[in-house]
């Protein structure tokens, strides 16, 4: 496995979660490493992704309530969810780009109840 996601779950809406990825040797200290995510019925989307040189993206939606980090040592990347909200419900995908190369995790489950 390239990218080994966890920390997905059922929380109630105010609550959070912390997603975390780890990336295989293969993709060590790639370009891109960020997370997408897949709602019921949508297409999938970026959620936040941390680029090289420290350039930090996320979509406005969860600005100010997510949180991405990027461990380059460790070859990791988190992403904290607060203040989660239904809308947020959904299947999120860990992923990295390195030589124009995509890498997706397995997807891990996110389920923000009313």
């Known amino acids: 496995v390239q990218l080994q996601a966890s920390g997905g779950g059922s929380v109630q809406a105010g609550g959070s979660l912390r997603l975390s990825c780890t990336a295989s040797?293969?993709?060590?200290?790639?370009?891109?490493m960020g997370w997408y995510r897949q709602a019921p019925g949508k297409q999938r989307e970026l959620v936040a992704i941390a680029i090289s040189g420290r350039t930090l993206v996320s979509i406005d939606s969860v600005k100010g309530r997510f949180t991405i980090s990027r461990d380059y040592a460790k070859n990791t990347v988190e992403l904290q969810m607060n203040s989660l909200k239904p809308d947020d419900t959904g299947v999120y995908y860990c992923?990295?780009?390195?030589?124009?190369?995509?890498?997706w995790g397995q997807g891990t489950l996110v389920t923000v109840s009313s």
């Open positions: 040797e293969t993709i060590f200290n790639a370009n891109v």
């Open positions: 992923n990295a780009q390195k030589f124009d190369v995509d890498y």
